[in-house]
């Protein structure tokens, strides 16, 4: 997959999420937190104001340091797509 076409399907798949209404389990989303955050090239701490939040978000990115960009975008594409294939 070209650059382009990957940054499409990752845009794709980022508004299929953000237009999603119902709940999404929280162990899904943290990894999607740290996939959009590597692929978007954001390492800011986390910004809630709840630490255990916090918490749970910088682990996420933690565990995900190792992912480039492009990997980070093909990992959130992938996760959304099994995802909502069940549903």
């Known amino acids: 997959m070209n650059?382009?076409?990957?940054?499409?399907?990752?845009?794709?798949?980022?508004?299929?999420v953000n237009n999603y209404t119902?709940?999404?389990?929280?162990?899904?989303?943290?990894?999607?937190?740290?996939?959009?955050?590597i692929a978007n090239k954001n390492y800011d701490n986390p910004g809630s104001r709840k630490p255990l939040i916090n918490a749970f978000k910088a682990n996420a990115l933690f565990q995900a340091r190792n992912v480039s960009e492009r990997e980070a975008k093909e990992k959130y594409i992938d996760l959304v797509m099994a995802h909502f294939k069940n549903l």
């Open 3 to 16: 650059d382009d076409t990957l940054d499409k399907a990752f845009e794709d798949a980022v508004e299929r």
């Open 22 to 37: 119902a709940p999404l389990p929280a162990d899904f989303l943290l990894r999607l937190y740290a996939y959009y955050k």
